[in-house]
T-cell receptor, first 116, second 115 residues
């Protein structure tokens, strides 16, 4: 019974390159959340998606960041033209459908992004 | 005022003692509350969820919720060195049923259990 899967686990990019982070939710889960943890800071919500829909993107930076969760395949968090300030751990979490306020979110191992 | 506040610690307790971790939140509309444990360099691991006022026990862990005081706590009995980690309090301010909801995290409390 696999948990939330993320890849790559570590990603190094030079300034100006693109970063693509992937997340496959737990089996039976249809809600995906992305969080970012900057060094010495807490976990911050970025975006919440269901299949083919962005439900809440209130935590996404206005520029360079986008997310999708297609009908088939993993959820993708895409960061264009990365800057050093994007260096962080990016965590994906998933939760089952139809739980409403009682949804428990389970986290993947994270992707550590380093921008040189 | 931060939406979810925790003492950053470190909180140091001797092995076998009770560790008490506290969290306050600002939004009275918050409906569900979670405690996560995060070891250094690892991802958060869900250890407790609580939705109603009162206590909820699971093994050595007890979560306590007081919505009137906007206060959540986590007690760890018989603390072990392996419990040494950062404990994150998270709050869900869901407004629309059946649409999950984002978690708002506190800064975390670092717990150190000394042998």
């Amino acid at each position: 019974n696999a948990g939330v899967m993320q890849n790559p686990r570590h990603l190094v990019r030079r300034r100006g390159q693109e970063a693509r982070l992937r997340c496959s939710p737990m089996k039976g889960h249809s809600h995906v959340y992305w969080y970012r943890q900057l060094p010495e800071e807490g976990l911050k919500f970025m975006v919440y998606l269901q299949k083919e829909n962005i439900i809440d993107e209130s935590g996404m930076p206005k520029e360079r960041f986008s997310a999708e969760f297609p009908k088939e395949g993993p959820s993708i968090l895409r960061i264009q033209q990365v800057v050093r300030g994007d260096s962080a751990a990016y965590f994906c979490a998933s939760s089952p459908p139809d739980k409403g306020v009682y949804n428990e979110q389970f986290f993947g191992p994270g992707t550590r992004l380093t921008v040189l | 005022q931060k939406e979810v506040e925790q003492n950053s610690g470190p909180l140091s307790v001797p092995e076998g003692a009770i560790a008490s971790l506290n969290c306050t939140y600002s939004d009275r509309g918050s409906q569900s509350f979670f405690w996560y444990r995060q070891y250094s360099g690892k991802s958060p691991e869900l250890i407790m969820s609580i939705y109603s006022n009162g206590d909820k026990e699971d093994g050595r862990f007890t979560a306590q919720l007081n919505k009137a005081s906007q206060y959540v706590s986590l007690l760890i009995r018989d603390s072990q060195p392996s419990d040494s980690a950062t404990y994150l309090c998270a709050v869900n301010r869901l407004r629309i049923y059946n649409q999950g909801g984002k978690l708002i995290f506190g800064q975390g409390t670092e717990l150190s259990v000394k042998p």
